[in-house]
Nanobody, 114 residues
Framework: QVQLVESGGGLVQAGGSLRLSCAASGSIASINVMGWYRQAPGKQRELVAAITSGGITNYADSVKGRFTISRDNAKNTVYLQINSLKPEDTAVFYC????????WGQGTQVTVSS
């Protein structure tokens, strides 16, 4: 089992920045990929960024240049730096970890005011 705890969400004005954190615990040796999804009201959950254990990253086209995913293997933590926030970034952001199965965090709300 893997437990994921997100933090760092909040209310921010358009143009601002946030850094989301996701701390993993449990059977973390089995994790190959960690990532962030988001789900806006009335929309499907979508992948925004992912990072492999070797540091290879992947981003949704809609966030390239504004979102940066990184991981600190010593702290078993993955981060999502979000810059130049837009109102359409308002969503619940979920951390995910993929190993033998996919694990999800509880989500953290990001609200961007115009």
């Amino acid at each position: 089992q893997v437990q994921l705890v997100e933090s760092g969400g909040g209310l921010v004005q358009a143009g601002g920045s946030l850094r989301l954190s996701c701390a993993a615990s449990g059977s973390i040796a089995s994790i190959n990929v960690m990532g962030w999804y988001r789900q806006a009201p009335g929309k499907q959950r979508e992948l925004v960024a992912a990072i492999t254990s070797g540091g290879i990253t992947n981003y949704a086209d809609s966030v390239k240049g504004r979102f940066t995913i990184s991981r600190d293997n010593a702290k078993n933590t993955v981060y999502l730096q979000i810059n130049s926030l837009k109102p359409e970034d308002t969503a619940v952001f979920y951390c995910t970890a993929v190993g033998r199965r996919t694990y999800w965090g509880q989500g953290t709300q990001v609200t961007v005011s115009s």
